[in-house]
């Protein structure tokens, strides 16, 4: 029962209930509004809109069971009938992108005018690569991933549900160009072309991710579970996003709501045998004439993990619960959503403190004892070493109404991110409380004869930040950032044209950023006093930083003969200085440094170049990306000499030039003539430089070393009744190369080793065979096959050093904190749902077909 239940820790925020009075009190505003807004378009409409037709194998003629059609700009979906037909209803007017996915054939898309009744078929050739033709949202014109301008990387479902991950970030980490940094396995940050933090938008459904983005110890607060496929932007999209968003955007959905008359969904259970993860989901989801609702319900687990060369690593268990809800309505004038959305993590932070023979010891004496028991590594409360509670609450009201031959969406939410760090007793606690408000409105309009689109519009946040009283004795407060307000807003216009084999891309942003940070004082005892009280210490000056600046693209790709292409963009940046980068002082616990902040940092610009070559044939798939990024006012952590507190101390500076450049790419072979044989490989490759810098400052920190992914898988053949199919067995590798080109002044980068590691996994899916739907599906996979003992260059642990509580400097990488060993991990999925229309079978049970 200790999963579901929080420890109570308001003594340390006594302004923490008045808070979530407050947030619950939107909740309902936001609610009515939803309400107000519904009734007053739900008006009598006649001839709602609905989109109907066959599948079948385009060398065989036969239907084809559990094809998934969906409209991704909508959110909605159904699976072809027996007969391999499909029905989709109470949509709006508009023209709209339908995809059409089915595992062992290509997908397709195609543009559908929903004006008037409309039915249409489709073929589907037999391949293993699922990527051919699929479509992309997160552009904000709506495409194909083959047809953008920009290189773009897709995790669908299938990789996902194949995959094993403790977090959201770990499911699309292993994507060319994309990397994490991590602080244990339950602590992870994305990297796209080697830039992270601030410089990486992370969208869920389009929400913002604004949960401390700027720290690096804890990781980003979406569930694993609700997380159905994503899109990763891979090159500045500050076009669409704003500052935020300037090494790309990474664009998490959840599953796309059924077809109306339909209830669906899944339990899904998973354990891994190295760090104990236990992980539980439930999902369900309905549509009744319109009316769609969701519910996804999941929590995890995991007690300490073990690397070869340590054991268990004391420090790194965790847990986590999440509940998302959500209520909309689908009709002819378009759609409104409702999500709500409450995570709960409690994650223990790692600080290497050992004795003098290198084993792991408390931070202070638990219960008379100096060292970890195993029933210590084994336990799943994560609340013994210094640890942090960290909370997520979201309401985001998504709409989408048409006007004339276009549309208008308004989106407005409300999220509020709680952090505590909770510790001993023997250093800082602190307490922050960020609210954020996102927007966006836009208008989008797309005319198939001319090939024009346009998306225009404003979008933007409002946040204010607020520091919690100083905790109770003996904790001694620790405040990191000041009280502020941020207030963001960009405006933007993107015209996209479509010739019969060439795209092109181009527009312009404007944005504009405001902090107003307060003014603290604290006395001896570390309470918050009115600034100028005698005997206390001034911890921020008041400031108010204004930032502006444009963004710009344009971009073209062309298909090429015999199913080449080719893509060129050239774009402008733009990024505001973040709060933690203008006013920290104090202690990041998790980085185990003393960061201070700098208020005269000028906003970055940033110019980039990106060129892809790709091919998408019968039998193999490659693209080829490579960019060069050049970045004015580069802002980065400068580790000085000084020491406070027994803590290095790291003052944000601003360079005047920071250059990054790369290749990534990936090669799939899927032979037509060998469908049970599919070689997916992938490589990144990142240097970067700090013009006129000295050898041991003139590479940007934390570039991820070199590295190369590949796997095998093999399939079997589906039996006539079967009752096992989609079975496939997968080998791979995953090799490192070691990383020389760092910022080593002051040891605040060291070398990284050479590193390779293998893994294996296995899937089925058990099918009833005369109804042919899936009764359950069976995922096992094992990483790290070998068991080697390795730290990656982006595992920031390898850097947490200390000797009886006194902090140590790492200077080489044995000293520090490895990655997880081996680990085996079983997932189980048991689908259901039941189905009732007037064109398709009524059915019980499964809520897929194979």
């Not at 989109?51 to 559990?66: E, H, R, S």
């Not at 054939?105 to 078929?121: E, G, Q």
């Not at 044209?497 to 570390?526: E, H, I, P, W």
């Not at 006093?529 to 108010?544: E, L």
């Amino acid at each position: 029962m200790h999963f579901f239940i929080i420890k109570i820790y308001l003594l340390h925020f006594p302004d923490f209930m008045k808070i979530k009075q407050r947030f619950i009190k939107h909740f309902y505003i936001i609610l009515l509004l939803l309400l107000f807004f519904t009734s007053a378009l739900a008006v009598p409409i006649t001839g709602n809109r609905k989109i109907t037709g066959k599948i079948t194998d385009k060398a065989t003629g036969l239907p084809i069971t559990g094809v998934t059609v969906s409209i991704p700009d909508l959110k909605i979906g159904t699976s072809t009938n027996t007969n391999g037909i499909y029905l989709l209803k109470q949509l709006p007017r508009g023209e709209y992108l339908i995809q059409v996915t089915a595992m062992g054939y290509a997908s397709v898309s195609k543009l559908i005018d929903l004006s008037n009744t409309y039915s249409v078929d489709f073929k589907l050739s037999a391949s293993n690569y699922e990527l051919s033709d699929v479509v992309v949202t997160a552009l904000g014109n709506t495409t194909t991933k083959q047809r953008a301008t920009i290189p773009i990387a897709v995790v669908t479902h299938n990789m996902i549900l194949q995959g094993v991950s403790n977090t959201a970030i770990d499911e699309i980490a292993s994507q060319p160009g994309v990397n994490e940094t991590t602080e244990g396995a339950g602590t992870t940050k994305p990297q796209i072309n080697g830039l992270g933090f601030d410089r990486v938008l992370t969208l869920m459904d389009g929400v913002p991710q604004e949960d401390f983005q700027w720290g690096d110890d804890h990781g980003i607060l979406i569930d694993p579970y609700a997380v159905y496929d994503a899109e990763v932007i891979r090159g500045p999209a500050s076009l669409q996003y704003g500052a935020s968003a300037e090494a790309g955007v990474i664009s998490f959905k959840s599953e796309p709501l059924p077809e109306n008359g339909t209830v669906i969904g899944n339990l899904l259970t998973e354990y891994h045998t190295n760090n104990g993860y236990l992980g539980t989901s439930l999902h369900i989801a309905g549509n009744h004439n319109g009316f769609v609702w969701g519910l996804t319900a999941s929590g995890e687990e995991a007690h300490s993990y073990s690397d070869p060369k340590d054991g268990y690593v004391w420090g790194t268990a965790w847990n986590q619960t999440n509940a998302r809800l959500t209520l909309g309505i689908n009709k002819s004038w378009g759609y409104s959503r409702l999500t709500l959305s409450a995570l709960h993590r409690r994650i223990e932070v790692p600080n290497g403190n050992r004795d003098s023979t290198g084993r792991f010891i408390f931070d202070t004496p638990q219960n008379g004892q100096i060292y970890p028991t195993r029933s210590d590594f084994m336990s799943y409360a994560a609340n013994i070493a210094g640890d942090k509670i960290l909370e997520e609450y979201q309401a985001w009201w998504q709409n989408s109404v048409n006007v004339g031959k276009g549309r208008i969406g308004l989106d407005v939410g409300f999220t509020q991110s709680v952090h505590h760090d909770i510790d001993t007793g023997s250093v800082g606690s602190g307490n922050l409380l960020v609210n954020d408000i996102p927007y966006s409105f836009k208008y989008q309009i797309a005319d198939d004869s001319s090939g024009l689109k346009l998306t225009t519009g404003i979008n933007g946040i409002y946040e204010f930040q607020h520091n919690g009283a100083a905790p109770p004795a003996p904790y001694v407060a620790d405040y990191q950032i000041p009280n502020y307000t941020n207030f963001e807003i960009g405006g933007y216009a993107i015209l996209e044209k479509n010739f019969k084999n060439l795209t092109l891309s181009g527009g312009l942003r404007f944005d504009r950023t405001a902090f107003v940070g307060d003014a603290m004082s604290l006395n001896n005892a570390g309470n918050i006093v009115p600034p100028g009280t005698p005997g206390s210490m001034v911890q921020f000056t008041g400031f108010n930083n204004t930032y502006t600046g444009p963004s710009g693209s344009i971009g073209a790709s062309y298909q090429l003969p015999d199913n080449n292409y080719v893509k060129l963009n050239i774009s402008k940046s733009y990024r505001a200085p973040a709060i933690n980068e203008l006013t920290s002082n104090g202690l990041n616990i998790g980085s185990n440094a003393i960061q201070q902040g700098n208020i005269n940092l000028k906003a970055e610009q940033g110019h980039q170049v990106d060129f892809a070559y790709g091919y998408n044939g019968t039998d193999v798939s490659l693209e080829a990306d490579g960019f060069y990024n050049h970045i004015s006012n580069f802002i980065f952590a400068d580790r000085t000499d000084s020491i406070s507190r027994g803590y290095p101390v790291y003052q944000y500076v601003s360079s005047n030039t920071a250059i990054i450049t790369g290749v990534s790419g990936f090669l799939n072979i899927h032979p037509s003539d060998a469908k049970w044989l599919e070689v997916d490989n992938g490589f990144t490759y990142i240097y970067s430089n700090l013009p006129n810098s000295s050898d041991s400052t003139n590479h940007i920190p934390w570039i991820p070393a070199p590295h190369l992914t590949s796997e095998v898988k093999f399939r079997l053949d589906d039996g006539h009744n079967s009752l096992l199919r989609g079975t496939y067995f997968k080998f791979g590798l995953q090799h490192d190369w070691a990383q020389h080109n760092i910022y080593s002044a002051l040891y605040t980068e060291i070398p990284s080793a050479a590193y390779t590691l293998f893994n294996a996994g296995a899937g089925t899916n058990f099918v009833n065979p005369k109804t042919g739907l899936v009764v359950c599906s069976l995922y096992v996979n094992c990483t790290n096959l070998t068991n080697v003992a390795y730290a990656d260059h982006l595992n920031l642990a390898k850097y947490f050093l200390a000797y009886n509580g006194q902090q140590v400097t790492v200077t080489r990488q044995s000293q520090g904190i490895y990655n997880m060993g081996r680990n085996i991990s079983f997932k189980l999925i048991i689908p259901f749902g039941i189905a009732r229309n007037k064109n398709n079978t009524t059915y019980e049970g499964g809520d897929m077909h194979y």
